[in-house]
């Protein structure tokens, strides 16, 4: 008897969990298909009318596409240089013992302890002196470096279960280091670079600080830093607009979320530390 009633509080808890983790994105579907006048006189009640002038208002000044081509050009570019980076380095670090690896692993290591906020002011000097201020390059440099320590690790834990017979064995056999890497290393590593990848592209599409501390001009905005143009003069927003113009852009990553959803679980489990 106890012990059901153990499992009973304990599937209350979790469907209040899960209550409380979906219902602000069940409110901002229902929010964006509301008038705007029913939305700022009863903004939490259920729609008397369903309207759609939300999503095409938003659409209509095409700035929500835009914003979102430069951040998935950000996106994409940085998380293949993340994936291309961290794997070979993370294999480099463990199958190669040479001199020196250990302090090179440290220094990645490192890197997680360095807070993001201390390097904006530096950044943005050095970015102003070179010119690439308002760049997709200026986003793409810190995405890639501060997540490289922690993708480091990743690759450097699910390298050292990689049986050093099997790499050889490839060379005993003629493969060269890359053509071992390519063709027998790395596709062993498909749920870590999955995890990696599904992780740090929701990060990256969602990011803000960078956004809002390099970019200025309009036509290099990313989703973060566009869904700021729907505050007006005195603060006044636009709600309907901003809530259809949130639903359009957290849309990419729920897709890739729930698509990668099997490979991000057994990568967390399993991939991330012994493949």
Not at 108 to 118: A, E, H, K, S
Not at 170 to 183: H, K
Not at 229 to 254: E, H, K, M, Q, R
């Amino acid at each position: 008897m106890k012990k059901k009633i153990i499992k009973i509080i304990f599937a209350v808890l979790i469907i209040l969990f899960l209550i409380i983790q979906i219902y602000p994105v069940i409110w901002l579907f229902v929010a964006s298909v509301k008038p705007t006048v029913e939305l700022s006189a009863a903004p939490f009640a259920f729609p008397k009318s369903i309207t759609l002038e939300n999503f095409s208002k938003v659409l209509s000044d095409g700035k929500i596409g835009m914003y979102m081509w430069n951040s998935l050009k950000v996106t994409v570019i940085s998380l293949i240089l993340i994936v291309v980076l961290s794997s070979t380095a993370g294999y480099a670090l463990s199958k190669f013992k040479v001199r020196g690896t250990k302090t090179i692993y440290s220094f990645f290591t490192f890197g997680i302890m360095v807070p993001v906020q201390i390097t904006l002011i530096p950044l943005f000097i050095f970015y102003s002196k070179l010119g690439i201020l308002n760049t997709s390059f200026s986003l793409i440099l810190p995405q890639v470096g501060f997540a490289l320590p922690l993708s480091v690790m990743m690759f450097v834990s699910f390298y050292e279960f990689v049986p050093n017979e099997l790499i050889e064995a490839a060379v005993v056999d003629g493969c060269s280091p890359f053509r071992t890497f390519i063709q027998i290393v790395f596709p062993l590593a498909r749920n870590t670079v999955i995890t990696i990848a599904s992780m740090y592209s929701i990060l990256i599409w969602n990011d803000f600080i960078f956004a809002n501390t390099f970019i200025s001009d309009t036509s290099a905005k990313t989703v973060a830093m566009g869904l700021k143009d729907y505050v007006g003069a005195f603060g006044n927003v636009d709600w309907g607009s901003t809530f259809a113009a949130i639903a359009i852009s957290i849309l990419p990553p729920l897709v890739i979320y729930f698509a990668l959803n099997k490979w991000v679980t057994a990568g967390m489990t399993m991939g991330a530390t012994k493949g």
